[in-house]
């Protein structure tokens, strides 16, 4: 298989749910360890180092914020309908500005979705992010 269609099969995956469970256990396991060596391959020592230095903490942090201000279960109480951060945020108790800064970290991880300016949807990230466990471990870490 060329790059192209390489890439092509991945970028289809993600709208494709129901083929991507119909994989064998060995193929998933086999595209997990390529995505995972992935920044290895086409990334400097120096960009990969910068990612892990300054992305995984801001990240951990917006979406601690974002389950702390209930944004999660607000996304996915609207069943698919988006909602504007000043709505988000006058239902979160909080300020705008903080909404809006928490959402650009958490939209850009793919935990929810930017349906327009400053306008939020849940996705299926956000979906797990209301499951009990999940909600805890991410409290507990």
């Known amino acids: 298989m060329d790059v192209e269609s390489a ?7 993600p709208g494709q749910p ?7 256990p060995a193929t998933r396991q086999r595209i997990l360890a390529l995505a995972k060596n992935l920044p290895s391959m086409v990334l400097t020592p120096e ?4 990612m892990q230095i300054f992305e ?6 917006a979406i601690r914020m974002a389950v ?5 279960h607000i996304l996915v ?12 945020a006058a239902q979160c108790n909080a300020e705008e500005v903080l909404v809006v800064r928490i959402m650009r ?3 850009a991880a793919g935990y929810a979705q930017e349906s327009g300016e400053r306008e939020y ?13 999940i909600e805890a471990f991410v409290v507990h870490v």
Do not use: W, Y
């Open 7 to 13: 890439l092509k099969l991945l970028e289809d995956l």
């Open 18 to 24: 129901e083929q991507v469970k119909q994989l064998s």
């Open 47 to 50: 960009q990969i180092a910068f």
């Open 56 to 61: 995984t903490p801001p990240r951990q942090f």
């Open 68 to 72: 702390d201000l209930r944004i999660f």
């Open 77 to 88: 109480d609207l069943a698919g309908t988006p909602i504007s951060s000043v709505d988000l």
């Open 105 to 107: 970290v958490v939209t």
């Open 121 to 133: 949807i849940a996705n299926r990230m956000s979906q797990a992010m209301v499951v009990k466990h």
